[in-house]
């Protein structure tokens, strides 16, 4: 298997195959190269809509640039964010988590907003301080966080200055996890009045009731699962003797109780 930096001739055979809608493992399989490595470069590149060979390759080149820049120069005190983090490394884990959360579903402008938020102690910037950490136009902003709202990944609030403020906090991912748990409803109810109308017992019928009656099934799981889940995100981490946290206890399960007992 081949190691080292992909080559332009590569991001050209990756651009090809996501014309030809190939899937990952299979463009990493014709290269010789890991199904990661494909991933990574696609979505740290536009994601699969929008991945360009030629832009990829100066993209990479520019990075390599500055890194061998910042080598020549030989150790310097790091560029600390407002936080107090090294500016550098913190840009690099917003890069990979931008990525990942490409990967669940999220457009690349979206997923930047959200990886910058949920890297600031405060989780809450305005629109101006997300566009200038971006290095993007306050309207692109504006447009990444009404399509997140829409999911409910972040809300708005007014601070005491009266500006608007955008904010990710725990409640939010309770708040996502019942929206996905009733995502499927309307679904539900369609395919239980297509039983009526096709016919119960038929093939077409059958398949439509099984599908609803699965999805019903998800969907009460769930919901008790984040229900009982819920206090999981109001409990702080206990710090070990390494300076790590140590993660809450899970809640428990259903059906432990009865267990522990018997």
């Given at each position: 298997m081949p190691g080292g930096r992909l080559t332009q001739q590569e991001r050209q055979q990756i651009a090809l195959g996501l014309a030809d809608g190939l899937a990952y493992a299979e463009i990493a399989r014709r290269l010789d190269r890991p199904t990661s490595t494909i991933t990574r470069e696609v979505m740290r590149n536009?994601?699969?809509?929008?991945?360009?060979?030629?832009?990829?390759?100066?993209?990479?080149?520019?990075?390599?640039?500055?890194?061998?820049?910042?080598?020549?120069?030989?150790?310097?005190?790091?560029?600390?964010?407002?936080?107090?983090?090294?500016?550098?490394?913190?840009?690099?884990?917003?890069?990979?988590?931008?990525?990942?959360?490409?990967?669940?579903?999220?457009?690349?402008?979206?997923?930047?907003?959200?990886?910058?938020?949920?890297?600031t102690d405060s989780g809450s910037l305005t629109a101006s301080g997300l566009a200038q950490r971006l290095q993007v136009s306050p309207a692109t902003i504006s447009k990444a966080i009404t399509f997140l709202e829409g999911l409910a990944l972040v809300r708005r609030e007014?601070?005491?200055?009266?500006?608007?403020?955008?904010?990710?906090?725990?409640?939010?991912?309770?708040?996502?996890?019942?929206?996905?748990?009733?995502?499927?409803?309307?679904?539900?109810?369609?395919?239980?009045?297509?039983?009526?109308?096709?016919?119960?017992?038929?093939?077409?019928?059958?398949?439509?009731?099984?599908?609803?009656?699965?999805?019903?099934?998800?969907?009460?799981?769930?919901?008790?699962?984040?229900?009982?889940?819920?206090?999981?995100?109001?409990?702080?981490?206990e710090p070990t003797s390494d300076g790590t946290a140590k993660p809450p206890s899970a809640p428990q399960r259903p059906g432990e109780l009865a267990d522990a007992d018997s």
């Open positions: 536009g994601g699969p809509t929008g991945y360009r060979a030629d832009l990829a390759h100066r993209a990479t080149q520019q990075r390599t640039h500055r890194r061998r820049q910042a080598e020549t120069r030989g150790p310097q005190t790091p560029r600390l964010n407002e936080d107090g983090r090294d500016a550098e490394v913190v840009r690099e884990y917003e890069e990979m988590l931008t990525t990942v959360l490409m990967q669940s579903g999220l457009s690349k402008m979206p997923a930047r907003v959200l990886a910058c938020l949920y890297t007014r601070d005491e200055r009266r500006r608007e403020r955008y904010i990710v906090d725990d409640d939010l991912w309770y708040q996502s996890m019942i929206r996905s748990a009733r995502s499927n409803d309307q679904f539900i109810e369609t395919a239980r009045q297509g039983v009526a109308i096709l016919g119960p017992g038929t093939p077409a019928a059958t398949r439509l009731e099984n599908a609803a009656r699965f999805l019903d099934f998800v969907h009460e799981s769930l919901l008790r699962a984040t229900e009982q889940a819920r206090e999981v995100l109001y409990i702080k981490p």
